[in-house]
């Protein structure tokens, strides 16, 4: 069992380039979630899903694209890279039948120059 | 909208001494409330859940309590140990979706 594997682990973007985050989990969860965390700050949600076919937007979700085509896999996609969307980004799932209790990825480290 | 706040965001204390890690929130129409260790350089990894009917939660050494009507929660960690050292960030819902608020995190440093 992998849990939730993230990739890439690192990435540096220029200003303007695009790039998706994957995010997979072999637990059969229907929940998912992206987070970004910013130095001393807590996480913010960007998107989540319950659902293949389903997904809405979180606190802070302009810049951002997510898909939910299949229930294992929730990618990220960023475009037009911008300075403020260097960050480190955690998917995270969740099953239904403990709702709230997340699972976390190791996370994927965004620097944009 | 749900505001969760920690503090302090850091702590330092000797081994075997009990650790009091607090965590305030601003709607008392909290769903579940979650506390999380975080290693460096890691994701989070979740250590006790605390449902909407549920007023406390125990793993091992760790206790965690919620009291809506204060907006409050406490993570009590006993007699602590060097490998205990990480930052404990607190988060709370309210909805069943999961989707949370979280503080800043308290770093905890274990000193042998």
């Known amino acids: 069992n992998a849990g939730v594997t993230q990739t890439p682990k690192f990435r540096i973007l220029k200003i303007g380039q695009s790039m998706t985050l994957q995010c997979a989990q072999d637990m059969n969860h229907n929940y998912m979630y992206w987070y970004r965390q910013d130095p001393g700050m807590g996480l913010k949600l960007i998107y989540y899903s319950v659902g293949a076919g389903i997904t809405d937007k979180g606190e802070v979700p302009n810049g951002y694209n997510v898909s939910r085509s299949t229930t294992e896999d929730f990618p990220l996609r960023l475009e037009l890279a911008a300075p403020s969307q260097t960050s480190v980004y955690f998917c995270?799932?969740?099953?239904?039948?403990?709702?709230?209790?997340?699972?976390f990825g190791e996370g994927s480290r965004l620097t944009v120059l | 909208k749900q505001e969760v706040t920690q503090i302090p965001a850091a702590l330092s204390v000797p081994e075997g001494e009990n650790l009091v890690l607090n965590c305030s929130f601003t709607d008392s129409a909290i769903y579940n409330l979650q506390w999380f260790r975080q290693d460096p350089g890691k994701g989070l990894t979740s250590l006790l859940l605390i449902q909407s009917s549920q007023r406390e939660q125990t793993s091992g050494r760790l206790n965690a309590s919620l009291d809506k009507s204060s907006g409050r929660s406490t993570l009590y960690i006993a007699a602590s140990q060097p490998g205990d050292s990480a930052t404990y960030l607190c988060a709370g819902s309210t909805d069943s979706w999961g989707k949370f608020q979280f503080g800043a995190g308290t770093q905890v440093v274990v000193t042998p």
């Open positions: 995270a799932s969740s099953s239904t039948t403990v709702p709230g209790e997340l699972f």
